[in-house]
């Protein structure tokens, strides 16, 4: 039963986390703050899901959980939500992130070239600047995309899932 709310709330919180992404990319705001910074606000997110819960299973077990089985239904959901959403973050980038990517550094990679080497008062060629562009579209890659998203995700999981689970155990003996 325990699992089974586990993979419910890694369900619903990569519905929420697809959603939002879907909405930013699809809202054109992607290359704004929010959309910058939509990973990271994403994670936040997870926080209260693990601390719900780890909470659910401690009212289940009648109040008393120890820590290491809090910090091991944090865990399941974090498994679970990293597997939704690297698949989902794969198939998005091969789909559309990575033209988009490529297409905004075909659009602004030169004048964000250009500006970089006056600030640090060195002189690029035309030439230059069109490898760095090839290079930079040439790095894309789905899986390098995905895979740092799931450290992240499995990182940042592993934290707040210990964090909860320490604030949250409770034994038998007080």
């Known amino acids: ?59 289940e077990r009648g109040g008393q959980i120890e820590g290491k089985a809090g910090l091991r239904q944090g865990l399941i959901f974090v498994s679970i939500s990293a597997i939704i959403l690297s698949v989902f973050n794969y198939i998005f980038f091969q789909q559309e992130l990575g033209v988009y990517i490529a ?16 600030k640090k008062g060195k002189t690029v060629t035309p030439a230059e600047v069109d490898k760095m562009i090839k290079d930079g579209i040439a790095d894309l890659s789905a899986f390098k995309d995905t895979t740092s998203k799931l450290f992240s995700i499995f990182v940042y999981g592993l934290f707040s899932s210990f964090i909860a689970s320490t604030f949250l155990k409770r034994s038998a003996n007080g």
């Open 1 to 59: 039963m325990l699992k089974q709310k586990s993979s419910l709330f890694a369900v619903v919180y990569s519905v929420l986390v697809i959603s939002f992404k879907l909405y930013i990319f699809n809202s054109g705001i992607q290359m704004s703050k929010l959309g910058m910074y939509s990973h990271i606000l994403s994670l936040l997110f997870m926080t209260p899901f693990i601390f719900i819960v780890i909470f659910l299973e401690r009212k």
């Open 103 to 118: 297409n905004y550094i075909q659009a602004q990679g030169p004048k964000n070239i250009l500006e970089e080497a006056v």
